[in-house]
């Protein structure tokens, strides 16, 4: 019985050595200008038509960058 042949596991980085995302936050007047909508966006644009509504903005994957 030989060991040699086996899977080799690979050692995972610490959490501090991982690359994060970071996403600017956009407004419903950003999304509805959007030429390239994504679900996110939409959702949020159609509740911030209802009247009365409050939002703080939602993140934007088309601003996506590493931080």
Same mark, same amino acid.
């Given at each position: 019985?030989?060991?040699? !042949?086996?899977?080799?596991?690979?050692? !995972? %980085?610490?959490?501090?050595? =991982?690359? %994060?995302? &970071?996403?600017?936050?956009?407004? &419903?007047? +950003?999304?509805?200008?959007? !030429? +390239?909508?994504?679900?996110?966006?939409?959702?949020?644009?159609? =509740?911030?038509?209802?009247?009365?509504?409050? /939002?703080?903005?939602?993140?934007?994957?088309? +601003? =996506? +960058?590493? /931080?």
């Amino acid at each position: 019985m030989s060991k040699g !042949k086996g899977k080799v596991a690979k050692k !995972k %980085q610490p959490a501090s050595d =991982r690359k %994060q995302y &970071s996403y600017k936050l956009v407004l &419903s007047d +950003t999304c509805a200008v959007c !030429k +390239t909508p994504c679900a996110r966006g939409i959702n949020y644009l159609s =509740r911030m038509r209802q009247p009365g509504s409050v /939002g703080k903005g939602v993140p934007c994957v088309l +601003t =996506r +960058t590493f /931080g």
